[in-house]
C-alpha cells in the first residue's frame, strides 16, 4: 500500500483524499507530465463545424507515469462553455515518452474564444 500509492491513486482516484487523511504522501497523478505543442482550429466533416485540437503529452520524468484523464474546453468571455474528454491512444507512458493526441468537437458551442488542454482531476 505504501509502495504503490500513487500508481493506486492513478488507477483509483478517489484514494488520495484517504491516503492524505493519514498523512501519507501522494504524489499527483499529472506530476512529471506535460502538455505541449497545443493547437486548434475550425474545419468542415461531412457538413457539420468541427472544432479539431492537436498537441503532445509528454512525461518529462524518467519514471512511467499513468496517464491520468484529459480534459479539453471551449473558453469564451464568461469563462468554460463547453468541455470534452480526449480519447488518448495509450494509458501509461516510459520516461522521457511523448505521446501525440487530436480531439474533434463536431458543432461546438459558439462563443468560444480558445480552447485549453488539461489533466482532469
Do not use: C, D, H
Not at 30 to 43: F, H, K, N, P, Q
Request: proline share 10%; charged share 25%; hydrophobic share 35%.
Amino acid at each position: 500500500a505504501w509502495n504503490f500509492r500513487n500508481e493506486a491513486v492513478g488507477l483509483y482516484p478517489p484514494l488520495e483524499k484517504a491516503y492524505r487523511a493519514l498523512g501519507i504522501p501522494v504524489e499527483r497523478t499529472s506530476s512529471g507530465l506535460a502538455i505541449r505543442e497545443v493547437t486548434s482550429y475550425e474545419t468542415r466533416f461531412q457538413g457539420e463545424r468541427t472544432l479539431v485540437v492537436e498537441g503532445v503529452i509528454a512525461n518529462t520524468s524518467r519514471e512511467p507515469r499513468l496517464l491520468p484523464p484529459v480534459k479539453a474546453t471551449i473558453i469564451g468571455p464568461q469563462g468554460a462553455l463547453q468541455e470534452w474528454p480526449v480519447q488518448l491512444g495509450a494509458n501509461r507512458m516510459r520516461g522521457g515518452e511523448t505521446l501525440p493526441f487530436r480531439s474533434e468537437l463536431r458543432e461546438p458551442l459558439p462563443g468560444g474564444e480558445r480552447v485549453t488542454i488539461s489533466f482532469a482531476p
